[in-house]
Antibody, heavy 119, light 110 residues
Framework: QVQLVESGGGVVQPGRSLRLSCAAS????????MHWARQAPGKGLEWVAV????????NHADSVKGRFTISRDNSKNTLYVQMDSLRAEDTAVYFC????????????WGQGTLVTVSS | QSALTQPASVSGSPGQSITISCTGT?????????VSWYQQHPAKAPKVMIF???KRPSGVSNRFSGSKSGNTASLTISGLQAEDEADYYC??????????FGGGTKLTVL
């Protein structure tokens, strides 16, 4: 079955960087676009970024544009997000999710990894 | 990229039906048939319940149904059960490779 496992979360100071990873298994990773979404403590879901199956097309939410970069390595079945210039408001659980091809749906989600931005 | 509007909370008794609304704009919900609904239990990952506005993934109970009219999408849960108590989020494709979520609705089964 589809399995998505995020890693790389932790406590980081404002202005610093962090890279999250999402290891995928149970499906043909290179066939699906992938997303990152996040959820601040006690708050709702927020879409963060998407990358096409081949990595050639990507987009980011306005709230992270210019600071976060989504990428993928299909040879390693792994999705990444590089987070630079982190702010307190980036504190959240970060989820990776598979895009259900052609339906614009985030159909399978990982369990998430917590990022805390604090001095 | 403003969040879609959902009621903060809804409630119902076991066996009853409830409907959760999700209001967007002509830039998202009103322009695309790509609204999905997610159920999230505390400290768990979201689970898709409805996609493309009204389609149910395999394994999701037929007590869950979705619809759309204009800029507003709706999720209806019939025959409420205790395990339906959770947070529910709508999400819409908003064009140019962007997605937007609703603020979420807390469902309480009385």
């Amino acid at each position: 079955q589809v399995q998505l496992v995020e890693s790389g979360g932790g406590v980081v100071q404002p202005g610093r960087s962090l890279r999250l990873s999402c290891a995928a298994s149970g499906f043909s990773f290179s066939r699906n676009a992938m997303h990152w979404a996040r959820q601040a403590p006690g708050k709702g879901l927020e879409w963060v970024a998407v990358i096409s199956n081949d990595g050639n097309n990507k987009n980011h939410a306005d709230s992270v544009k210019g600071r976060f970069t989504i990428s993928r390595d299909n040879s390693k079945n792994t999705l990444y997000v590089q987070m630079d210039s982190l702010r307190a408001e980036d504190t959240a659980v970060y989820f990776c999710a598979r895009d259900y091809s052609g339906t614009f749906t985030l159909d399978d989600w990982g369990q998430g990894t917590l990022v805390t931005v604090s001095s | 990229q403003s969040a879609l509007t959902q009621p903060a909370s809804v409630s119902g008794s076991p066996g009853q039906s409830i409907t959760i609304s999700c209001t967007g704009t002509t830039s998202d919900v009103g322009s695309y048939n790509f609204v999905s609904w997610y159920q999230q239990h505390p400290a768990k990952a979201p689970k898709v319940m409805i996609f493309e506005g009204s389609k149910r993934p395999s394994g999701v109970s037929n007590r869950f149904s979705g619809s759309k009219s204009g800029n507003t999408a709706s999720l209806t849960i019939s025959g409420l059960q205790a395990e339906d108590e959770a947070d529910y989020y709508c999400c819409s494709y908003a064009g140019t490779n962007t997605w937007v979520f609703g603020g979420g609705t807390k469902l309480t089964v009385l």
